[in-house]
Structure formats: C-alpha cells, structure tokens
Nanobody
C-alpha cells in the first residue's frame, strides 16, 4: 500500500502561481508513474499531468505551457508548478501513484482556488 500526502494548495489571484507537492510512502514498487488530476465542482475528475519514473511527461492541453510536473525519485515526491492560474483551474487536485503492476493509489486531495 502506498500513502500519498499532498500539500501546497490554497487561494491565489488570477495570474498567480502555486506549487503542489505529493510525498509517497509505504511499499513503493519501481518503476511507477505519478501524476496530478483535478476535479472541479459538478465535473468529472480529469488528468492534469503525469510523469514516469524515467521522466517522461504528459499534460492536459488546458495546462500545457503553464504547468510543469517534476519528481524527485530519491524522495518519492512529485511536484506541480502552476503558473498563470485562472479561475478555470479552481478544483481539488489529487495526486495519483500507478505502479508497474497496475495498482493505483490516490491522495486525499488539496483545494486550489483561483479568485480575485
């Protein structure tokens, strides 16, 4: 079982930045892919960005060029740097861990609110 703890959410004005962190602990199998998803009120959970053990990244079209995902494999931590935030980015952001066996674990979520 993998435990994921997210941090870094909060309230930010449009055009501002936030950095989310997600630390994984427990029994961690390698290789794995970590990622961020988000869910806005009354909407489905959607992919934001993922990063493989090797560092290959993938982004949703809506965040490409504004968000950057990175990881520190030694610390089992993934980050999401979010720039040029707009109100449409308001959501609960969830960290996800997928290992090579296909096992998925989710964090508890962190709220990001973009508002003036």
């Amino acid at each position: 079982q993998v435990q994921l703890v997210e941090s870094g959410g909060g309230l930010v004005q449009p055009g501002g930045s936030l950095r989310l962190s997600c630390a994984a602990s427990g029994t961690i199998f390698i290789p794995n892919t970590m990622g961020w998803y988000r869910q806005a009120p009354r909407k489905e959970r959607e992919l934001v960005a993922t990063i493989t053990q090797a560092g290959t990244t993938d982004y949703a079209a809506s965040v490409k060029g504004r968000f950057t995902i990175s990881r520190d494999s030694a610390k089992n931590t993934v980050y999401l740097q979010m720039n040029s935030l707009n109100p449409e980015d308001t959501a609960v952001y969830y960290c996800r861990h997928l290992d090579y066996r296909g096992y998925v674990n989710w964090g508890q979520g962190t709220q990001v609110t973009v508002s003036s």
